[in-house]
């Protein structure tokens, strides 16, 4: 799985980094994701992190997905 993240839609809310610190650390004004390809041992945190995004500017690509 690989995470990425629209800057367009991200305001830094920090929600993703309370949901799985150490893969987000939230900025002033957005979202630094510091491993976009994290261990499929962290999938509940990364998910709970997208589904909790209060713009949903996160989301999960699949590693069969382009």
């Known amino acids: 799985m690989r995470i990425e993240v629209d800057l367009d839609l991200c305001q830094g809310h920090g929600m ?8 987000f650390e939230a900025r002033r004004d ?6 976009p390809e994290p261990d499929e041992s962290r ?10 995004c209060p713009t949903q500017a996160l989301r999960i690509i699949e590693d069969d997905q382009p």
């Open 30 to 35: 957005h979202v630094e994701i510091l491993e």
């Open 16 to 23: 993703c980094e309370m949901e799985a610190p150490g893969i």
């Open 43 to 52: 999938r509940a945190e990364v998910e709970a992190a997208v589904q909790y």
